[in-house]
């Protein structure tokens, strides 16, 4: 078997981490959700109170980018890789509507990206990997086997986000997650360095109307003639 790459793409909620799972099962690949990584980071500067309501202090969260050791770690009931934050496992914690408030404004800073994706580059040296984000396929890994670019309707989006959150027993409403939907998207497609865009090369599939299985299979079709 070819160890290849396979770069993920898309707005939020579109779906990705549920492709990349199953093609990571089923190919017995690395899976990487890069979106952890940026949360994580969110998650220390709210810790550190870098960032706020109605506040962000930059300058000091770069100054203590090398305080942060992101890692990884399978989790085998659950079936994939749990984030820790030196050493601290925080999954739970940065899948929360607040992480996702102040993520995308973490995201815009250079510094923090070039931190995070020669991490990614490093974990997808080897290949057999399958990564989600906004800039893996233009960015992290340009020449990717395969590019994939996830979009659906913001209404669809939002209302998987807000089912997932409300059966975990989360408080919250189904308008306050379109409006973060549709915030996040707009701050990421918008940033100055390594904005959301759709790289030459990728594939776009729209999963408004499809059912995940279905978009799967045909994206195995695509994997089947690399490896
Ligand atoms: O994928 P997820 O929705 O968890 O990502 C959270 C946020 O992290 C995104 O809205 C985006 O601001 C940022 N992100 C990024 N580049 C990536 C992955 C995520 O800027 N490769």
């Keep these: 078997k070819k160890e290849i790459t396979i770069a993920i793409d898309g707005f939020s909620?579109?779906?990705?981490?549920?492709?990349?799972?199953l093609i990571a099962k089923k190919y017995n690949f690395i899976y990487v959700d890069t979106g952890a990584m940026y949360r994580a980071v969110a998650l220390f500067a709210?810790?550190?109170r870098y960032i706020g309501k109605n506040f962000v202090d930059a300058n000091s969260l770069i100054?203590?980018?090398?305080?942060?050791?992101?890692?990884?770690q399978f989790n085998k009931e659950e079936g994939f890789a749990e984030?820790?934050?030196?050493?601290?496992?925080i999954e739970k914690e940065i899948r929360t509507l607040e992480v996702?408030?102040?993520?995308?404004?973490?995201?815009?800073?250079s510094e923090v990206r070039r931190k995070l994706v020669s991490e990614q580059q490093e974990m997808g040296k080897l290949g057999g990997i399958v990564m989600d984000g906004r800039d893996i396929g233009t960015v992290v890994f340009p020449h990717a086997d395969l590019k994939l670019f996830m979009t659906a309707s913001a209404n669809k989006r939002?209302?998987?986000?807000?089912?997932?959150?409300?059966?975990?027993?989360?408080?919250?409403?189904?308008?306050?997650?379109?409006?973060?939907?549709?915030?996040?998207?707009r701050i990421d497609s918008t940033r100055e360095d390594s904005p959301l865009i759709m790289a030459s090369d990728?594939?776009?599939?729209?999963n408004s109307d499809m059912e995940i299985k279905?978009?799967?299979d045909a994206i195995c079709v695509f994997i089947n003639k690399l490896i």
Excluded at 13 to 21: N, V
Excluded at 83 to 89: E, S, Y
Excluded at 101 to 109: D, E, F, G, N, W
Excluded at 202 to 206: L, V
Aim: charged share 30%; hydrophobic share 35%; no cysteine.
């Design 100 to 109: 996702s408030q102040y993520v995308s404004q973490i995201a815009t800073i």
């Design 214 to 216: 279905e978009q799967f």
């Design 63 to 72: 100054s203590k980018l090398k305080n942060i050791s992101l890692s990884f």
């Design 13 to 21: 909620s579109t779906g990705k981490s549920t492709i990349a799972k």
């Design 46 to 48: 709210m810790q550190n």
């Design 83 to 89: 984030m820790f934050l030196n050493k601290v496992n």
């Design 202 to 206: 990728a594939i776009e599939f729209d």
């Design 158 to 185: 939002a209302l998987r986000r807000y089912e997932e959150l409300i059966k975990k027993g989360d408080k919250v409403s189904y308008e306050e997650i379109l409006f973060n939907v549709q915030e996040r998207d």
